[in-house]
């Protein structure tokens, strides 16, 4: 199976910095977004170390000899350990940082998903799209418990509580989703700068209407023109025979 990568990001309308962070690694098939939280510039450190710390994992000759379930949870445990223990022992000015992160390794005729957070992965399967991650967030919890509905949340104004992140505790456990992968199926992963602002139709209309190195480009420009009020990042992957 082959398939090609495409990302973007960008920090938005209104922000200084971009605290979002993200890989693409063909070699390793692993691709990454991450979303940085925290004061000063502990969003963009921790978004940073939490890619980096994945990447290091992947590559360590030991990897041949576990399985991507055992890689993936490796990746989020050390990076949370990592995160937490610079903002207590060599940072304490970026006390509290955090970051979520998505990240997709592609194994044989499989594709493994981590997720910690409110960072996304969808499938998409013309003509129609998935969210195949779950949402650690306090509207997505209060949406299963039945405290919420779907009309409420999309009335609300404001930034969406997280209640699992990488790095703000030290320690956290992925979600993980195993998929075997099919051809012209597409994979975006993206930060809450697009699903905030962008829903879920809209993404889909602008797959359904491009192709996929244009759609990375067209879902960045809708989230700013809907108003871009956090970084943003799109990556998407391609599989065909």
């Known amino acids: 199976m082959k398939f090609d990568s495409w990302y973007l990001t960008d920090k938005g309308l209104r922000r200084d910095s971009n605290q979002d962070a993200c890989l693409i690694n063909k070699d390793l098939g692993l691709f990454i977004v991450a979303d940085g939280m925290g004061g000063h510039s ?16 992947m590559l360590h000759p030991d990897a041949r000899s576990k399985s991507p379930r055992e890689l993936i949870l490796q990746s989020y445990e050390e990076a ?5 223990d610079t903002a207590a022992n060599e940072r304490p000015e970026l006390a509290g940082m955090g970051t979520t992160m998505v990240m997709a390794y592609v194994s044989g005729k499989h594709l493994y998903v981590g997720n910690v957070g409110d960072s996304r992965c969808y499938l998409f399967k013309k003509p129609y799209l998935w969210q195949i991650t779950d949402d650690h967030s306090l509207i997505n919890e209060q949406l299963r418990a039945g405290v919420m509905t779907e009309d409420q949340v999309r009335q609300m104004v404001g930034r969406n509580v997280i209640t699992r992140s990488v790095g703000y505790e030290r320690e956290v456990y992925p979600d993980i989703i195993e998929r075997e992968i099919f051809p012209g199926e597409i994979f975006l992963m993206c ?3 697009l699903s905030s602002l ?8 602008i797959l359904n209407q491009n192709t996929p190195d244009k759609a990375v480009k067209a879902c960045v420009e809708q989230a700013l023109a809907n108003g871009g ?3 943003v990042t799109v990556m998407l992957l391609h599989f065909y025979e």
């Open 229 to 231: 009020d956090d970084n």
């Open 42 to 57: 502990g969003g963009e450190v921790a978004s940073s170390m939490a890619v980096e710390t994945v990447e290091e994992i």
């Open 80 to 84: 949370s350990r990592r995160i937490y």
């Open 198 to 205: 962008v829903d879920d139709q809209k993404i889909s209309d």
């Open 191 to 193: 930060s809450d700068g």
